[in-house]
Nanobody
Framework: QVQLVESGGDLVQTGSSLTLSCAFSGRTFASYAVGWFRQSPGKERDFVAHITGTGGLTEYGDSVKGRFTISRDNGKRTVYLQMNRLNTEDTAVYSC??????????????????WGQGTQVTVSP
């Protein structure tokens, strides 16, 4: 069965960079699109970014476009989220999620099936 484990969350200051990792196990990694989502207290879960199984297509949420980059290394069975120019609004629990999908199209943002437990990112002023 698919299992996802996030790592890399930390306490950083505004303007810092941080890279999160999502380790995938259980099935054929390249057959799964992977997305990053985040949720902070009092807010609904937000879409951050996602990527197709081969890395050919990516999409970003409006609030992070231009600052965050999603990538994957299928040999390492890991998806990354590089976050730059962090600000306090980026404070949240970041979770990765996966869904089996075609390599030519991204899943719907609400269609992800497998979820990790999340990693805390806190950005101080």
């Amino acid at each position: 069965q698919v299992q996802l484990v996030e790592s890399g969350g930390d306490l950083v200051q505004t303007g810092s960079s941080l890279t999160l990792s999502c380790a995938f196990s259980g099935r054929t990694f390249a057959s799964y699109a992977v997305g990053w989502f985040r949720q902070s207290p009092g807010k609904e879960r937000d879409f951050v970014a996602h990527i197709t199984g081969t890395g050919g297509l990516t999409e970003y949420g409006d609030s992070v476009k231009g600052r965050f980059t999603i990538s994957r290394d299928n040999g390492k069975r890991t998806v990354y989220l590089q976050m730059n120019r962090l600000n306090t609004e980026d404070t949240a629990v970041y979770s990765c999620a996966a869904r089996r999908s075609l390599s030519t199209v991204l899943p719907g943002r609400t269609d992800y099936e497998y979820w990790g437990q999340g990693t805390q990112v806190t950005v101080s002023p």
